[in-house]
DNA sequence: ATGTCCTTACCTTAAGGA
């Protein structure tokens, strides 16, 4: 089971750029962030045609999560618990029946920034909601993976130039710790478990000839519970679609499981 | 380097978010 996630910036401005990375990379499961789309008007034909299941959690303008599947899902769930008063749409649930079932967790974390201040208040409040519900999958035994865009650098050999982001949401401490934290529950980190060494990234900034200088930051990260990190055999990260037409943002990470 | 891209609304231009 290949599975993905890319947070593309918008359906709209990717309904080209997505398309040809799915037929080229062929995922079996696909976890989409930033749709910045409503579900009504997110082109679900497009990659129906293409063999996909399609779920979506959007909103208007902000936000937006969706999964893609060739497999089919069952038991799907749209929200994070914890907070009834939470309005973004960050966060998607689905198990995706292949010889094994998996349950996977699509999440936008927020971004935090300015730190400190309401938005940074609510990335860690979002942090400790998250926590809460990894532990309860984590007491199911069963693969679970959690994956999407973390907006979290979780060491400094996660980005080319550290000094960049010391007074970042990002990169703060407190960020930095409350990733540990779902580390320390027992998840495995799937991408810094087969790759050591630094230089390793998903995200460039449009500014400033970020991609042309290699000024990146590894923030997309694929976490994995014991019973599916027995099952990864390959993850990497698809670099080269940042350098295509009309790239996002971020690229495509993805891992395979023997499952 | 105040460097770009995406979305929406106040819609041929600016603002918010990232």
């Not at 959690?57 to 999964?67: D, E, L, P, R, T």
């Not at 799907?76 to 079932?101: C, F, H, M, Y």
């Not at 810094?192 to 990234?201: M, N, P, Q």
Request: aromatic letters at 8%; a negative charge.
């Amino acid at each position: 089971m290949k599975l993905a996630t890319f947070n593309i910036n918008g359906i709209k401005a990717r309904i080209e750029a997505l398309p040809a990375w799915l037929t080229a990379a062929q995922p079996d499961v696909v976890c989409l962030q930033e749709i910045k789309s409503v579900d009504d008007a997110f082109p679900r034909e497009t990659f129906e045609a293409l063999g996909y299941q399609v779920e979506t959690h959007g909103q208007k303008s902000f936000n937006g999560v969706a999964i893609l599947s060739k497999l089919p899902l069952e038991d799907v769930t749209r929200g994070l618990p914890g907070d009834d008063s939470d309005e973004q749409a960050r966060w998607i649930e689905a198990t995706v029946i292949g010889r094994r079932a998996v349950r996977v967790c699509g999440l936008y974390l927020p971004n935090g920034n300015p730190a400190p201040g309401p938005k940074y208040d609510y990335k860690l409040a979002w942090m400790a909601r998250m926590e809460a519900r990894a532990r309860a999958l984590l007491a199911l035994e069963e693969p679970v993976v959690f994956c999407g865009d973390y907006n979290v650098i979780p060491q400094d050999e996660d980005a080319a130039k550290p000094d960049q982001w010391t007074t970042d949401a990002l990169a703060l401490p407190q960020s930095r710790s409350a990733f540990r934290r779902l580390l320390a529950l027992g998840l495995t980190d799937a991408f810094r478990a087969r790759h050591s060494e630094a230089g390793h990234y998903t995200f460039w900034d449009y500014q400033a000839g970020a991609w042309e200088r290699n000024n990146g930051i590894r923030i997309d990260h694929l976490l994995l519970s014991p019973q599916a990190a027995d099952l990864l055999t390959n993850t990497q990260i698809d670099k080269q679609v940042r350098a295509g037409d009309k790239p996002s943002d971020h690229v495509p990470i993805w891992v395979d499981l023997d499952c």
